[in-house]
């Protein structure tokens, strides 16, 4: 299981800081979940950690390995660390199996042969057995973003990065996307998260990180952020979320 560290991580749009200097380590099995407002630095940071983001300053170890060095391929690393956006980008005239199978018949050169028992064990586990033939516009949002992680899932992930992939459901669907993630925390899947479900954070997360301004204000056990948080830009926010 991969440890992935960052290091002093900056990074710029212009002349506006989104990061301003990150350091944050990902033991193996942990869950990690990154809260604050919009803007605060969340989608990005996560961004830069499957390199869909090269950053300006600072070092991204996986393994030990640095991986942010200019000029790395990073496919081998989106391999290694998936990734789940809140938009749910299935292809429309591709089957929900067709979405699943494309990256690893693409990038690992697998048939749909030798992929078919795994990505129906994965449907199966997910409760959408009956629905790997349906294309994305017979399923509902939760069951699209249930698509969305067996996608990810299928290349067999070390780490899984999800960015606020709830926030586009209806509150009915909110649930059966968070049981995926609840299911996949108990089995020991290292992940980091930035959400906004507060709740959900403090039932399962091993370490919670409030993000303001780009830089990690304030970060440890969920218990003692949501119930005793010692900078007061944490409970400004906890105040307004709770």
């Known amino acids: 299981m991969a440890r992935l560290e960052l290091c002093d991580i900056r990074k710029s749009f212009g002349t506006t800081q989104v990061l ?10 942990q869950m990690i979940c990154l809260i604050g407002a919009s803007g605060s630095g969340k989608s990005t940071l996560l961004r830069c950690m499957n390199l869909l983001e090269p950053v300006d300053d600072g070092r991204i170890l ?10 790395r391929d990073p496919q081998p690393v989106r391999q290694r660390i998936g990734m789940v956006f809140q938009s749910f980008n299935l292809f429309p005239h591709m089957t929900a199996a067709e979405n699943v199978m494309l990256a690893p018949r693409r990038i690992k050169g697998l048939s749909r042969a030798a992929l078919a028992p795994t990505v129906s064990a994965l449907f199966d586990r997910f409760g959408l057995g009956q629905h790997m033939q349906h294309y ?13 992680i067996i996608r990810a899932l299928a290349m067999n992930p070390e780490i899984m990065l999800f960015d606020e992939i709830t926030s586009a459901l209806d509150p009915e669907l909110v649930g059966e996307v968070l049981d995926v993630l609840r299911s996949l925390r108990d089995e020991g899947m290292t992940m980091v998260l930035a959400t906004h479900e507060m709740n959900f954070a403090r039932e399962l ?7 303001d301004q780009g ?10 952020i949501f119930n005793d948080p010692q900078q007061p830009r944490t409970r400004a926010f906890l105040s307004r979320v709770l």
Do not use: K, W
């Not at 994305?136 to 969305?148: K, M, T």
């Not at 997360?205 to 993000?211: E, G, N, Q, S």
């Open 215 to 224: 830089r990690i204000c304030e970060a440890g056990p969920p218990a003692q």
């Open 136 to 148: 994305p516009d017979q399923l509902s949002g939760g069951q699209q973003q249930r698509v969305a």
């Open 62 to 71: 996986l393994d030990g390995d640095d991986i942010s060095e200019p000029g």
């Open 205 to 211: 997360a091993d370490t919670v990180c409030f993000l």
């Open 20 to 29: 301003q200097g990150i350091d944050l380590t990902i033991e193996p099995g």
